[in-house]
């Protein structure tokens, strides 16, 4: 065991001498050997000066600690003295620590203690072992439990050693405790030489009322460390030795576990909120993952732990189905605050490194502007991320424990639910068409209904809303439908089609958007173009594009004459016509004419226009022509045919 310590720890330890120092006087031990050697100023605070000195006394604490558990009926083994028991805080974070494995049962050996040895033979509390094991195993906090070294010393004896140097503070989700070697373990005898000693761990738990009942067990392999060979020495022979430390050995083969008095609950200061959803990256490649994250203070000196539970959730024929609740985490982290004053509510923590984190004390560690830059909150964290295959959805909560002794309470976490990746999409047929024509009853537009139809997953956990657009210009800026344009009005039923009711030729779209846990997924319809029946094209009828009246053209052989009809309008706007075609022919309509061609000996120009330029042909008599005329909107076509024109 290490008899000094680095200046890292040393306000820490000032405390531990002068607080220890204060109970052995307050306890009645006579203080005078090491009084004595303190000034007139040092004895009106009087405290250990280094960690040889305190340890001459650790006897004198061990009975003080025994002797308060005795006297007491409700403290289950826990006295003001237990913490003055507790492991030196250099060693912990050293590097001769023994770890174990609760999985593989394993005990490692540090490097330097297989290499050396351990201890000396007829070493008596010369070394003490330092172990280190994850506090919470299953279902089960090692804490709780009493622990005991078995071990078979190189002479052959069995023997097993109590454990009470126990420390659940310096790590977060660790169970430190040590295992000071006694004689017995190191075996002093005139014959002895280098010799092995094998030790086992094991953490257990009696039935209450019924010592004699195991309810618990978990042990450790066993591991083998050497005992160094010394020179015997019979101490009976030399002098009568007044070890105090043989009472700690007592106290420790003995002596009760230390537990505690009734827990606090603890306050969570940041609970989980409500998310979104989780995507398996086909939607948002940046909602595969999330972090869930709490935070709790507990105001006494218990221990928190944090317990994640998990329900999972998945789609099955497009229902929600539930599986069966889980724990999945059990783990305390530290981040580093971002409080830009002190919050009287919290509990900061100072780094020591390595791992180690303190209290922070204003007093101690300076005032917090200066500190926060090291200064921690404790939390858990539990990730999560979409993966194929393993269900990740589903509801997540933590219950945050904190423990004085066996006293342990809890408070529960808000519940936050990671639905199935939300997905809206048309269904089949269900988008709107390209076109849709209405009808007219005695001139006046019949009102048609257009609808789509949605697929929303998950359907049991999404609301689906619809908002209507139109527009009556081609690749017009669409605007909302705030008010119906008819009597029907615009249906939106919670569930997943919706349809509009219209008598307005124009462009009509729709936006179907999912709602899961406040997030919006939508989608967008294709445009529908609404139309009125078809009208023909309205022409002057028998009259020149100057409203005369059509007559006869008198011309002479070879000269030119124009032909030109004239429209009355109403077709104007995309809502009436996509364009309008002129075909122009000879001889009577009802006579079969037939069409003018460019290649025609009296074809000049206008072929397919309102104006059309021929010359007359030598030896013709007379000639008519006529044009037809045709309106053209989607997929329908109207058509006129214009009076006759005469060529004499």
């Known amino acids: 065991m290490k008899t000094v310590y680095s200046a890292e720890y040393s306000a820490k330890y000032d405390i531990l001498f002068r607080d220890a120092f204060k109970a052995l006087m307050d306890g009645g031990v006579d203080m005078s050997p090491e009084l004595d050697q303190m000034s007139e100023d040092e004895r009106k605070n009087p405290r250990f000066t280094s960690l040889e000195e305190y340890y001459t006394r650790i006897g004198d604490l061990a009975r003080l600690h025994s002797d308060n558990v005795k006297g007491s009926e409700n403290n289950e ?36 203690f297989a290499r050396n040895g351990v201890s000396i033979t007829g070493d008596e509390l010369a070394e003490t072992l330092l172990f280190e094991i994850d506090r919470f195993f299953d279902t089960t906090d090692l804490v709780t439990t009493d622990i005991y070294v078995q071990w078979t010393n190189p002479a052959g004896q069995e023997g097993a050693s109590k454990i009470t140097m126990v420390d659940y503070n310096s790590k977060p989700g ?37 010592e004699g009942r195991i309810t618990y067990s978990l042990n450790t392999l066993p591991a083998t460390v050497m005992i160094k060979q010394a020179l015997y020495t019979n101490w009976n022979d030399l002098l009568d030795v007044d070890d105090p430390a043989a009472e700690l050995a007592i106290a420790i083969e003995n002596g009760p576990a230390s537990d505690g008095p009734s827990a606090e609950f603890p306050t969570i200061y940041q609970n989980l909120g409500a998310l979104a959803y989780l995507d398996d990256g086909n939607l948002d490649e940046d909602k595969t993952s999330v972090n869930l994250q709490v935070r709790a203070v507990t105001q006494d ?3 928190r732990r944090y317990e994640w539970t998990f329900k999972p959730s998945y789609i099955q024929d497009n229902k929600v189905v539930t599986g069966t609740s889980s724990v999945v985490r059990k783990a305390e982290e530290y981040v580093l605050t971002t409080d830009s004053t002190m919050d009287p509510t919290k509990k900061y923590y100072k780094d020591l490194g390595e791992g180690g984190f303190k209290t922070y004390d204003p007093d101690v560690d300076g005032d917090f502007a200066s500190a926060k830059s090291n200064l921690f909150e404790p939390c858990s964290n539990y990730s ?72 929303a997953t998950p359907a049991a956990k999404t609301t689906t809303a619809y908002k209507w657009e139109y527009t009556d210009t081609i690749g017009g800026t669409m605007a909302e439908l705030m008010t119906p344009p008819d009597d029907e009005g615009i249906s939106v039923p919670q569930s997943v089609s919706a349809s509009l009711g219209i008598n307005t030729p124009g462009w009509y779209r729709v ?39 059509q007559k006869a053209i008198d011309i002479a052989d070879g000269e030119q004459a124009a032909l030109e009809i004239q429209l009355l309008g109403g077709l ?21 004419g037939t069409e003018v061609l460019e290649t ?18 030598a030896g013709d008599e007379f000639e008519t022509f006529y044009c037809v005329v045709t309106n053209i909107l989607a997929d329908k076509t109207a058509s006129t045919t214009s009076s006759q024109f005469i060529i004499v």
């Open 600 to 617: 025609d000996e009296d074809y000049i120009s206008g072929l397919n226009t309102n104006r059309l330029v021929i010359k007359k042909k």
């Open 511 to 549: 936006t179907a958007t999912a709602s899961l846990n406040e997030e919006d997924l939508y989608v967008v319809s294709s445009t529908c173009r609404v139309l009125a029946p078809i009208e023909a094209p309205a022409i002057y009828p028998d009259r020149n594009k100057d409203g005369d009246e």
């Open 384 to 455: 999560v991320a979409w993966e194929e295959g393993n269900h990740v959805t589903g509801t997540y909560a933590v219950k945050v424990y904190n423990r004085v002794g066996k006293s342990e309470v809890n408070r529960e976490s808000a519940i936050v639910t990671i639905p199935h990746p939300t997905d809206i999409h048309f269904a089949e047929n269900g988008d709107l068409t390209g076109h849709t024509w209405l009808t007219a009853t005695e001139g006046v537009l019949d009102t048609k209904t257009i609808r789509v139809n949605t697929v």
């Open 174 to 210: 660790k169970l430190l405790f040590g295992w000071p070697l006694t004689s017995k373990v190191t075996v002093e005898n005139a014959n002895q030489t280098n010799g092995q000693l094998k030790f086992a761990v094991r953490f257990f738990k009696r039935e209450s009322g019924n």
């Open 301 to 303: 000196s218990g221990v």
């Open 77 to 112: 083994g826990y006295s003001k003295y237990s913490k003055y028991l507790m492991l030196p805080m250099d060693e912990i974070h050293g590097n001769n620590v023994f770890s174990i494995d609760p999985n593989s049962r394993a005990i490692n050996v540090p490097a330097s």
């Open 572 to 592: 104007e706007g995309p809502l009436k016509s996509d364009g309008v075609t002129y075909k122009w022919f000879r001889n009577k309509p009802d006579l079969n």
